[in-house]
């Protein structure tokens, strides 16, 4: 299954509102705006490559990292 992850900002900030901050990233499943926590994202809000998952400096959601590590082979 593909995964991406997915922003999460400060404050509730709208994705397109300039002053928006990431705040964390989540993991979804590729097109979902749902997080494998439960929480719900936006859908215009930021998609990076799980790729870049360990990247220093990048803060990831710790249910998220728990779900998802537990479906990698
Ligand atoms: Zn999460």
Avoid at 11 to 16: E, I, K, L, S, T
Wanted: charged share 25%.
């Amino acid at each position: 299954m593909e995964h991406e992850l997915r922003a999460e900002y400060v404050d509730g900030r709208a994705a397109a509102d300039p002053m928006s901050e990431i705040k964390v990233w989540h993991v979804v499943r590729s097109d979902s705006t749902t997080a494998m926590c439960g929480r719900e994202l936006e859908a215009a809000a930021s998609t990076r490559s799980t790729d870049d998952w360990g990247t220093p400096g990048l803060a990831l959601c710790h249910a998220c990292g728990a779900l998802y590590l537990r479906e990698q082979p």
